[in-house]
C-alpha cells in the first residue's frame, strides 16, 4: 500500500512541476504622490491604472496567448504602502472579471512563483503580477530568469518585464509601456 502512494505522488508531483505559465508579466504598482504620507495612487498613476486595461489585454505583444488568467498583488501592510500594487490592478481586475489575488506578503516572492509555477490553472496561460520594485527583480529570479535582472530603478513607472516561459526556459523581455505623455518610447 505504502509503494501505491509513493507511486501516485511521485505522478503528481511529476505533473505539477511542469504546469508553467506561458507568459508572466512584472510590472511594478503605478505611480505614487510625491509624498510619502499618502498610501495611494497619484492621479497619473491613476491614468496609469486605467490605461493598463488596454495594454494588457489588446497590445500586440500579449495578443497571441489570451488574456490574462490571473492577477497578483502583494498582501497590504500595516504602513500600507503595498495597496499601490492592488489599485494598479485593479481597473484591469474590473475589466477582466478576475479577482487581484495577494495570497502572500511584499517579500513572499519566493511563495508565489512557487504557486505560479505548480497551479495546473496557470498552465499555459498568463499571468501579471504588480510588486513593489524592490522585489521584482527577485521575482523573476524566482520564476527561473537567468541571470537575476538588474534592480528596476526608482522612478520607473513605464516599463513592463515579459516573462515567457518555453521548454523549461524563462526570458525576459523589458517593454516601454507607452500609455501615458511622458513615457520612454524604447
Not at 488596454?54 to 500595516?78: G, I, Q
Not at 484591469?92 to 511584499?106: D, E, F, I
Not at 538588474?150 to 523581455?173: F, M, Q
Amino acid at each position: 500500500m505504502k509503494r501505491c502512494w509513493v507511486m501516485i505522488f511521485c505522478l503528481g508531483a511529476a505533473a505539477t512541476t511542469t504546469a508553467r505559465p506561458a507568459r508572466v508579466i512584472l510590472l511594478r504598482h503605478a505611480e505614487q504622490p510625491p509624498h510619502e504620507s499618502s498610501v495611494h495612487l497619484s492621479e497619473r498613476g491613476e491614468a496609469r491604472a486605467r490605461a493598463l486595461v488596454a495594454f494588457l489585454t489588446n497590445a500586440p505583444a500579449f495578443a497571441t496567448n489570451s488574456p490574462p488568467a490571473a492577477l497578483f498583488a502583494p498582501k497590504f501592510t500595516r504602513r500600507g504602502h503595498t495597496i499601490r500594487p492592488y489599485e494598479t490592478l485593479e481597473p484591469v481586475a474590473h475589466y477582466l472579471k478576475l479577482p487581484v489575488q495577494m495570497p502572500y506578503g511584499p517579500t513572499g516572492y519566493v511563495a508565489l512563483a512557487k504557486h505560479i509555477l505548480t497551479d495546473p490553472a496557470l498552465d499555459g496561460k498568463t499571468v501579471v503580477i504588480c510588486w513593489r520594485h524592490d522585489e521584482l527583480p527577485n521575482i523573476a529570479k524566482a520564476l527561473g530568469v537567468k541571470p537575476k535582472p538588474a534592480r528596476w530603478k526608482g522612478g520607473v513607472y513605464d516599463r513592463v518585464w515579459v516573462i515567457t516561459c518555453e521548454h523549461h526556459r524563462s526570458w525576459l523581455t523589458d517593454l516601454p509601456q507607452k500609455l501615458l505623455p511622458g513615457d520612454s518610447i524604447k
